[in-house]
């Protein structure tokens, strides 16, 4: 008695993803039952009432005389209980609970041992105060498929409805259940996209202005891997566009061939994108721009990489649209293979070329640099943990929830923890990167410059002690306090035998035009390529060899 139920139970998961809201209903098992949320006009506003509307198709191979019938039922999940009679009549609390032995088709046993009356046969069994204890109306009704009629069925609350069936005269019917929300026709569980989409498509919009803004006022510095941060960005508000597009378009004409056309476009650049993403970030890690003014040839495998990645990612995209999960054979691993290959290895080059950059930086003390990366490595770090956290967190608290109620209870929630989530971490990622890779007067200054060790193991002393050697045994010799020759600055370099220890090891000062360049506290702000405190060590290396020289010439 309950195989129509179980069936229907079964293909809730399917029904909650469906892009249609007009499903297909028939006396198969898997097909008896159909469900989908729905909002209330008071919920989210429209123009028309929502409704189901259920149209049974009149058969043609009816015999004359013969009137097959349908058992017909439409209920609010919340309300499946009052759906059936337990046979022995369990009851907790004045409130009817599921029992594994239910009577749920009014027929004439059952209407014999008094669960329902002979008016009804052919229809659902109901509980007694079905009517009084409902959430919301509950249909169960008789469909003579001789003269079918439509039932249409009021929507006043939002929640998770479903249509069941049931062949009582055990022949063969179809009938098209139409789900019609009051604010058009996307599925309700589809609908918190269509804001979603349009506020992130504003945001990568003001995004790009910002970045395009800088762009345009550092344009005479700007560095190649910034052309490519400015193509991505541009590609994300059109990409982002077009999402939203797709479900704008189907809320107003349906999921008609139109809709299906913007969908596979759609998937096109949502694969473009992924492609792009990681070919942006595995050059950055690699210090291209910055580091590096070119890769080489490791730039052309690195693209084709790209390439074969976005190649997969379409086909995949189409697979996944053309072809269901209960009908896709082992030719799908074809697919799936070589795009689990290309992603590994991005990962893989990725991290390492992070690690490789991060590491030649620190060992030529390029500090400033070194601090890029090493955010940027912690940014990816914590993409990854709030990732898995979030999903971690969401599995455990969805273990405690029984597989059957998960879709009824999470049906308006559940495109967010697929799909929204990610994209927030995403732009997180995307505008992390272009504000330490902005555009700034000084990129192509400080790209491939070097600072300046700050250690003191480079530095030698032992020339200045040794200019400071003065022989007071004799006053007139050349090392005497009685000398008054001047230091020869320019000593013959070639002749080891004719330097002489009072000439100074320090060269001559040489006159220097007045710098134009940025001084150190103007760099300061500088998030890219700030070269620290090098006019102040410049300004104190100036004095000390004055100081230097003025001591020489006194003594």
Known sequence: MRSWLSAGLALLQLAAVSQAIEMKIDQKEKNRQVCSGMYSRKSWGGNTEPFIMTKFIKPDDIAEGADP???????????????????????????????????????????????????????????????????SEIISETIHLKDPKAVNYHIAHTGYYCVGTYAFSEHDYTAVVEFRNAFGELPAAQIAKLPFYAAITVVYAFLAIGWGALYYLNRHDILPVQNYITAILVFLVVEMFMTWLFYDYQNRNGFNTGAKAIMVVDSVLQAARNSFSFFLLLIVCMGYGVVKPSLGKTM????????????????????????????AGPLILLVVLPLAGTLTAFYVWTLNSLNVTMKDLMERKQTIKAGMYRRLWWCILLSIIVIFAFFFINSWTFAGVDQDEFVPQHWQTRWFILDGWLNLVYFADVAFVAYIWRPTAN????????????????????????????????????????????PAYDAPRGRRESERRDQSPLPAPVPQKPRSSLPAEDLEGETMFALGEQSDEESGDEEERKGLTAGSKKD
Request: aromatic share 10%; net charge negative; proline share 4%.
């Open 69 to 135: 019938l349908v058992s017909f039922v439409v209920f609010e999940w919340r309300d499946q209980a009052l759906v059936g009679k337990p046979e022995n009549e369990v009851s907790a609390g004045g409130e009817v609970v599921p029992d594994a032995n239910r009577a749920f088709i009014c027929d004439q046993t059952n209407a014999e041992a008094g669960f329902c009356s002979k008016d009804d046969i052919g229809s659902f069994i109901l509980a007694d105060n079905a009517t009084d204890v409902s959430k």
């Open 300 to 327: 052309v495998y690195v693209r084709w990489l790209a390439i074969t990645h976005f190649v997969f990612g379409v086909l995949y995209s189409v697979a996944s649209l053309s072809v269901t999960p209960e009908n």
């Open 443 to 486: 990129n192509r200054r400080f790209a491939m410059s070097d600072e300046i060790a700050q250690d003191d193991d480079g530095f030698e002393i032992a020339s200045i002690r040794d200019s400071f050697d003065i022989d007071l045994e004799d006053p007139d010799s050349d090392n005497g306090p009685g000398n008054t020759k001047p």
